[in-house]
Nanobody, 125 residues
Framework: QVQLVESGGGSVQAGGSLRLSCGIF????????MGWFRQAPGKEREGVAA???????IYALSVKGRFTISQDNAKNSLYLQMNSLKPEDTAMYYC???????????????????WGQGTQVTVSS
């Protein structure tokens, strides 16, 4: 059974930085897509960034240039470095995993089967 556990959330002032981590357990697939998603109160969950097993990345326009997704396959870990944070980045952040052979929309929630429990990020102005 695949399990994902996020950590690293917290409260920060605008302009600050945070680094989220996601530990992936029970993973035994040769290909994957890993993603970070976020959900603010009253809003739909949205894709933030994703990375595949080859290291190719994709970012939402709202975070491009500020956030960096990375992975350490040896440690089965996923990271999200968030810089220049804005109040609108406030949300619950989730990591997700897909082991499909073909992922067409890596920033769409329907592509992912496995989800973590989330970690809260709050950015104050």
């Amino acid at each position: 059974q695949v399990q994902l556990v996020e950590s690293g959330g917290g409260s920060v002032q605008a302009g600050g930085s945070l680094r989220l981590s996601c530990g992936i357990f029970g993973y035994n697939y040769s290909t994957h897509y890993m993603g970070w998603f976020r959900q603010a109160p009253g809003k739909e969950r949205e894709g933030v960034a994703a990375i595949n097993s080859d290291g190719s990345t994709i970012y939402a326009l709202s975070v491009k240039g500020r956030f960096t997704i990375s992975q350490d396959n040896a440690k089965n870990s996923l990271y999200l470095q968030m810089n220049s944070l804005k109040p609108e980045d406030t949300a619950m952040y989730y990591c997700a995993a897909s082991f499909r052979l073909l992922v067409l929309d890596p920033l769409e929630t329907h592509e992912y089967k496995y989800w973590g429990q989330g970690t809260q990020v709050t950015v104050s102005s």
